[in-house]
Each structure stands twice: as C-alpha cells, then as structure tokens.
C-alpha cells in the first residue's frame, strides 16, 4: 500500500519559516520525481516545487523562487520543502506527490495547512 504523509504544516507570522516533510512508504522512492503542490481556497492546485528522481534537479514556480528549497533524501524516503520569507498568499493547503520517472503511475498525499497570518 502507497502512503505519502506529509506533515510540518502550521501558523506561521509573515517573514517567518516553515519546513514541511513527506513521508512515502510502499514505492521504491528513487524511481520518483517528487513534486510540492498547493492549493489555496477557490483557487486550483498549482506546481510549487518539483524534484527529479536520479539527478535530484530542482524547478520552482516564479512565485517562490529564491524563498522555498525543495530537497529529497531517498535513504529515509523523504522529499521536504523548507519555506522561507512566507507571504500570506502561501497560504495554502500543500500536497506531496510522486510521479514514475517511466510508468504512468502517480500518488499524492492528503495534504497540510499552511497558514501565513499576523
């Protein structure tokens, strides 16, 4: 059985940081792109951050660049993503997902909040 748990999600002032982790268990991590998504009230799910599997590349959307890092470990099966100079448009509920680098196969989390508020 497939489980992305991500967790580390919180209330967080505006300037401040927050590092959220993804637990996957059931896949062998290294075969999967890792990728952050998020989606905020009345609003789509939008690409954050993304991971290659092999190289471990990194691609950011502009709206985060220069303040979020992406980051996976495949000894601990883990991807995170550490937020930093949060704004209160990241507010958002974030997902983890893993893509197959070959097969059609794709798994996401169930989410954590992340609430960027004075």
């Known amino acids: 059985q497939v489980q992305l748990v991500e967790s580390g999600g919180g209330l967080v002032q505006p300037g401040g940081s927050l590092r959220l982790s993804c637990a996957a268990s059931?896949?062998?991590?290294?075969?999967?792109?890792m990728s952050w998504y998020r989606q905020a009230p009345g609003k789509e799910r939008e690409l954050v951050a993304t991971i290659s599997s092999a190289l471990g590349s990194t691609n950011y959307a502009d709206s985060v660049k220069g303040r979020f890092t992406i980051s996976r470990d495949n000894a601990k099966n883990t991807v995170s993503l550490q937020m930093n100079s949060l704004k209160p448009e990241d507010t958002a509920v974030y997902y983890c997902r893993a893509r197959h680098r070959i097969r059609d196969l794709s798994y996401w989390g169930q989410g954590t909040q992340v609430t960027v508020s004075s």
């Open positions: 059931g896949i062998t991590f290294s075969n999967y792109a």
